[in-house]
């Protein structure tokens, strides 16, 4: 099973360039983030013309998240447990695919964090605590669980190209990586680190300023975590930089997990 993250950064406005790239690397899962459109404007016909069962989830010109596949999608969950009833933001969704219990989640970004202590920074904190307490319940049910998305987490120096001048960014702060780290010390196994463990530079993300893409000036935000069970199947993971370098690309480009289905 071939599965692919991807925050496409608008999936009208990045259409081309994402249906060329479904087109010749094939996912059978695809994840996205910040599809940006609500719910019922997310460009659906699009992926059903290339084979895909669709399930987006989203709002008014921000997040929003969606899963595609080629296979069934059952048991859907379109929010993350917790304070879903006072959260109205569109960043999580999850479902059952040939057997596996796959999620595709866009983690706030948190920014401005203050000295931590800031609305947007706290909000993050929180979202990540209910996804810890969600993902020990997905590991409790059993099944392989693939958890994968723009987490809006450097987890460590080599995953940035200036980890000083980062070092007090909501992405990159103690709490953050701590945050993380309890997630991952649950039981899950971080796939890309896990099999490229040496390798640097690897980025995920380029902002559009100050020439980031053409220096490699990026950052490694884009993940996927896996239960014991789908740990044990991880085949490969792999980063796929061409998409960044199009014409109106996506300041993200595809990070692609395979596991023995």
Not at 4 to 24: D, F, G, M, Q
Not at 105 to 113: A, V
Not at 144 to 166: C, Q
Request: charged residues 25%; proline residues 7%; hydrophobic residues 40%.
């Amino acid at each position: 099973m071939k599965i692919a993250t991807w925050n496409v950064n608008s999936a009208k406005a990045r259409l081309p360039n994402i249906t060329e790239w479904l087109t010749a690397a094939a996912p059978d899962v695809v994840l996205f983030q910040e599809i940006k459109c609500e719910t019922a404007a997310f460009p659906a016909a699009a992926f059903v013309e290339l084979g895909y069962e669709v399930h987006a989830v989203g709002q008014k010109a921000y997040n929003g998240v969606a899963i595609l596949s080629r296979q069934p999608v059952t048991d859907l969950l379109t929010r993350l447990p917790g304070d879903e009833e006072e959260d109205p933001q569109a960043r999580y969704v999850e479902g059952t695919i040939g057997g596996v219990r796959i999620a595709s989640l866009y983690l706030p970004n948190g920014n401005p964090p203050g000295d931590g202590d800031s609305d947007k920074y706290r909000y993050k904190l929180r979202w990540m605590e209910r996804l810890r307490l969600h993902a020990k319940g997905l590991l409790e049910a059993g099944a392989p669980v693939v958890l994968g998305g723009d987490y809006n987490v450097i987890p460590a120096p080599e995953d940035v190209y200036d980890p000083v001048g980062w070092r007090n960014d909501a992405l990159f702060r103690q709490e953050t990586r701590l945050k993380f780290q309890e997630i991952l010390a649950l039981g899950y196994t971080e796939a890309f680190r896990s099999l490229h463990p040496g390798r640097h530079p690897a980025y995920t993300f380029w902002d559009y300023q100050a020439g980031a893409w053409p220096r490699n000036n990026g950052l490694r935000i884009d993940h996927f975590l896996l239960s014991p069970q789908a740990a044990d199947r991880l085949m490969g993971c792999e980063i796929d930089k061409a998409p960044r370098g199009k014409e109106k690309a996506s300041d993200h480009t595809p990070v692609i997990l395979e596991i023995n289905a």
